[in-house]
C-alpha cells in the first residue's frame, strides 16, 4: 500500500527556515517524481514544485512564487523527500502536502498524496 | 502561465442528481486533464487523467471529457459521499496550475 506521510510542520516566524519531510513506502521511491503542494485556510491548490526520480536526473521545478526560497531534496536511501523553506512570509501559512507524480509527456499528475502537515508563519 | 477556470464556484444538488462542472483552459492543454476530489480536512484524491481516464478504484458515476481548452467532470447519479470540492489540474506545462475548485454542496 502507498503511503506517504508528512513531518516537520509547526509555527515559524517570518524570515527564519522550516523543512519538512514526506516520508514514503509502498513503492519503489527513486523511480517517481515527488511533488510539493500547499493549501493557505480557506484556499484553494497551489502547486509548489517537484523533483523528478533518477530516470529523469532528478531535476527540479518551482513555481513563482517560492522560486529562490524552496528548495526540493530527496534521498532515495530513505526514501524521503525534503521541502526546505527559507526566507518565509506570512503568506506561505498553508497545509503543506507531498504526492506521487506520474509522469506524462511533460508534466505531472498526481496520485497519491499524503495527510498533509501545517506551517503557520507568523511573528 | 496556463490559467484553469471552473465553473461554477458552488453547484448545489441532491442525491441522486446528475451533475457537470466545466474547466477551461486559458490555451490548449490537448488532453493533459486531471481532476481531483476533496473533503474538508482531507487531501485531494485523483478522480480522472488525461481528461477521461478513470483512476482505479474510482466508482464509475464519474467521468471526464473534452480536449482542447473545454473539459467537463460529470457524476452520473450524486451519492451522499460526492459532496466535496472538486478541482482541475492541467499538466500540458509547467507551472502545474488547478482551477480554484467548485464546491459540490446539499440542496
Known amino acids: 500500500e502507498v503511503q506517504l506521510v508528512e513531518s516537520g510542520g509547526g509555527l515559524e516566524q517570518p524570515g527564519r527556515s522550516l523543512r519538512l519531510s514526506c516520508t514514503a513506502s509502498?513503492?519503489?521511491?527513486?523511480?517517481?517524481?515527488m511533488s510539493w503542494f500547499r493549501q493557505a485556510p480557506g484556499k484553494g491548490l497551489e502547486w509548489v514544485g517537484l523533483?523528478?526520480?533518477?530516470?529523469?536526473?532528478?531535476?527540479?521545478e518551482y513555481a513563482a512564487s517560492v522560486k529562490g526560497r524552496f528548495t526540493i531534496s530527496r534521498d532515495d536511501s530513505k526514501d524521503i523527500a525534503y521541502l526546505q523553506m527559507n526566507s518565509l512570509n506570512t503568506e506561505d501559512t498553508a497545509i503543506y502536502y507531498c504526492?506521487?507524480?506520474?509522469?506524462?509527456?511533460?508534466?505531472?499528475?498526481?496520485?497519491?498524496w499524503g495527510q498533509g502537515t501545517l506551517v503557520t508563519v507568523s511573528s | 502561465d496556463i490559467q484553469m477556470t471552473q465553473s461554477p464556484s458552488t453547484l448545489s444538488a441532491s442525491v441522486g442528481d446528475r451533475v457537470t462542472i466545466t474547466c477551461r483552459a486559458s490555451?490548449?492543454?490537448?488532453?493533459?486533464l486531471a481532476w481531483y476530489q476533496q473533503k474538508p480536512g482531507k487531501a485531494p484524491n485523483l478522480l480522472i487523467y488525461?481528461?477521461?481516464s478513470l483512476e482505479s478504484g474510482v466508482p464509475s458515476r464519474f467521468s471526464g471529457s473534452g480536449s482542447g481548452t473545454e473539459f467537463t467532470l460529470t457524476i452520473s447519479s450524486l451519492q451522499p459521499d460526492d459532496f466535496a470540492t472538486y478541482y482541475c489540474?492541467?499538466?500540458?506545462?509547467?507551472?502545474?496550475?488547478f482551477g480554484q475548485g467548485t464546491k459540490l454542496e446539499i440542496k
Open positions: 504526492s506521487r507524480g506520474r509522469a506524462a509527456i511533460i508534466s505531472y499528475y498526481f496520485d497519491y
Open positions: 509502498g513503492f519503489t521511491f527513486g523511480d517517481y517524481c
Open positions: 523533483i523528478r526520480g533518477k530516470g529523469y536526473s532528478v531535476t527540479t
Open positions: 490555451q490548449s492543454i490537448s488532453s493533459w
Open positions: 488525461q481528461a477521461s
Open positions: 489540474q492541467q499538466y500540458n506545462s509547467f507551472p502545474c496550475s
